[in-house]
C-alpha cells in the first residue's frame, strides 16, 4: 500500500506527493499580520465611501547610504562632487533605496545642482521626466517635499533629487530655466501642495479654480468639496455621501 502522501507513477512505483526538502505540516504560528495596509481598499466598519478610511502608513525613516553604493551611483556622485565645489554644502544626504539613488538637496541649491547634472560632461542628465511634491505630515519641520526625476539619455542612467521646505516658508527656486519641461510640473505641485517655485514664468494654479482655497493633497487638508452636478444628477461631496452595507 502507499501511504496518502505517496502516488504510484507510470511504473507503479510510488512517488511522494510532497517535494522533497518541503516541509508537510503547517508552522504553528504565523507571522502577524501588519497594519500598515489598513485603510484604502481594505477598509473596515468606518463606513467611508472616499477609500481612505483613516489610513495611517508607517514610514520608517531611510538612513544615508554607505559607500560603495553599487553600480554607477558611486559613478555620478563622485562626478557630481568633482564638478560641483559646493556639493558638501548642497547635498545633505545620500541615500539608495529600492534600487534607486536619491540626492537629497539643500532647496536654496537645487537649481544649481541640476544645472551641473545636466551640464557636466561626466553626467549629462539631460531629461528631467517628473516633478511631484509629497506631504510627509508628522515626519519633521521641513514636511514638504519636492521629487525630481532626472534621466541621463547618454549614459542610460537614472537619479532621484529630493529637496525639503516647512509650511511656513515653501520656497524653493524654479528648475524650468534648466529643464523647461519642469514648467506645468512644477505649476502642480504648488497647485496641490503650495510649494512656492521662485522664478517661475507662470506660477498659477493648473488644476484647482484660481479662487479655490487651500491645496488638496497635503495631508492636513479637509476631506470634504462641493457638490457636482452630471446630467441632472448631484455627486455629493465625500463628507455627505451614504454607506452601503
Not at 141 to 161: A, G, K, W
Not at 176 to 204: C, K, N
Not at 218 to 243: N, T, W
Amino acid at each position: 500500500m502507499t501511504s496518502p502522501t505517496d502516488k504510484p507513477n507510470d511504473g507503479g512505483v510510488p512517488v511522494p506527493v510532497t517535494p522533497v526538502g518541503a516541509s508537510s505540516t503547517a508552522p504553528a504560528e504565523y507571522p502577524p499580520a501588519s497594519p500598515a495596509g489598513r485603510g484604502m481598499f481594505g477598509n473596515q466598519g468606518t463606513g467611508d465611501v472616499s477609500g481612505y478610511g483613516g489610513l495611517v502608513r508607517q514610514r520608517q525613516p531611510i538612513e544615508e547610504a554607505s559607500r560603495p553604493y553599487g553600480g554607477y551611483f558611486d559613478e555620478v556622485r563622485d562626478a557630481l562632487e568633482e564638478a560641483y565645489p559646493a556639493f558638501n554644502d548642497a547635498i545633505e544626504k545620500v541615500v539608495v533605496d529600492r534600487g534607486e539613488l536619491t540626492l537629497h538637496v539643500r532647496p536654496e541649491r537645487i537649481a544649481e545642482v541640476c544645472q551641473v547634472m545636466r551640464d557636466d560632461l561626466a553626467l549629462r542628465f539631460e531629461l528631467c521626466s517628473s516633478v511631484s511634491g509629497v506631504d510627509y505630515l508628522g515626519a519633521d519641520e521641513r514636511r514638504l517635499h519636492v521629487v525630481y526625476l532626472l534621466t541621463s539619455m547618454t549614459y542610460r542612467r537614472r537619479v532621484r533629487l529630493e529637496a525639503a521646505v516647512s509650511v511656513e516658508a515653501p520656497h524653493l527656486p524654479s528648475v524650468t530655466a534648466v529643464y523647461p519641461t519642469a514648467d506645468w510640473q512644477e505649476r502642480e505641485a504648488y497647485d496641490m501642495f503650495g510649494i512656492v517655485f521662485d522664478g517661475h514664468p507662470s506660477l498659477t494654479r493648473i488644476l484647482m479654480p484660481d479662487d479655490w482655497e487651500g491645496h488638496p493633497q497635503r495631508k492636513d487638508y479637509p476631506l470634504g468639496g462641493v457638490p457636482v452636478e452630471y446630467k441632472g444628477a448631484e455627486i455629493a461631496p465625500p463628507d455627505r455621501r451614504r454607506s452601503y452595507q
